[in-house]
């Protein structure tokens, strides 16, 4: 499968210096309802060789526009996962179920991504212990491999992180958010599949600010990587 370069441009740019993600092969996007329309074949020749796509939060909301993103990625040829928005006050059963019943189980999509966080908007104020949401989060993990056949991928943020995650689940790949310095730097020893380096992004094919990633690893890995899931 091609590797389309890098062509994505960045309203606020961060001088990662010799650690830029512009020095790693595979770049991609995340996008939710909030992207809008998408024109994923301009897209993906501007750079996205993967992209994440919201499906679900909490046990009964989902994206409105995710059916159709998961359309136009894949009829662009697009690699293309989706990500669950974890919800404290819901039973994780529960979310695992309603991810389940939304998101298609395709052999050639991308591993299901659990997206763990704090969300001071959120109408849920729970802050939980670090064992109860590694609890919650491990009931969520299991059943969706079971029914996908693919381990999850753990999406976070650095405070979160950092109360719950540092030195935890070591045997899953993790996909990190690090805007202002390089995952080494936000999350020491932590291994790393997708780094998230910009929230600010821009591109033809989308308005407005889109999320940019990039894979850890060479095209070779890439295609290695995507050959076993």
């Known amino acids: 499968?091609?590797?389309?370069?890098?062509?994505?441009?960045?309203?606020?740019?961060?001088?990662?210096?010799?650690?830029?993600?512009?020095?790693?092969?595979?770049?991609?996007?995340?996008?939710?309802?909030w992207q809008g329309d998408?024109?994923?074949?301009?897209?993906?020749?501007?750079?996205?060789?993967?992209?994440?796509?919201?499906?679900?939060?909490?046990?009964?909301?989902?994206?409105?526009?995710?059916?159709?993103?998961?359309?136009?990625?894949?009829?662009?040829?697009?690699?293309?996962?989706?990500?669950?928005?974890?919800?404290?006050?819901?039973?994780?059963?529960?979310?695992?179920?309603w991810f389940i019943r939304n998101v298609p189980r395709e052999r050639d999509a991308l591993p299901p991504v659990i997206d763990v966080e704090w969300n001071g908007d959120s109408a849920c104020k729970i802050k939980l212990t670090r064992a109860r949401v590694l609890e919650k989060m491990q009931v969520f993990l299991d059943k969706v491999e079971r029914y996908y056949g693919k381990r999850p991928i753990i999406y976070t943020a650095p405070d979160f992180y950092r109360d719950n995650l540092e030195g935890e689940l070591l045997n899953y790949p993790f996909w990190l958010r690090s805007v202002a310095a390089h995952p080494t730097k936000t999350y020491p020893g932590r291994k790393w599949l997708f780094w998230q380096y910009s929230g600010s992004g821009l591109s033809q094919g989308v308005e407005g600010k889109i999320d940019l990633n990039v894979f850890h690893g060479s095209a070779g890995d890439w295609h290695n990587w995507i050959a076993e899931r």
């Open 1 to 33: 499968m091609r590797i389309y370069s890098h062509r994505f441009r960045d309203a606020k740019p961060i001088n990662f210096g010799h650690a830029s993600p512009r020095a790693l092969a595979v770049h991609g996007v995340d996008v939710s309802r």
């Open 38 to 97: 998408i024109d994923w074949r301009v897209l993906r020749q501007q750079g996205a060789n993967f992209a994440y796509i919201k499906a679900t939060d909490g046990g009964d909301h989902t994206d409105p526009m995710f059916m159709k993103n998961w359309r136009g990625a894949k009829e662009a040829g697009i690699k293309h996962g989706a990500y669950h928005f974890f919800y404290w006050c819901r039973t994780a059963g529960e979310q695992a179920d």
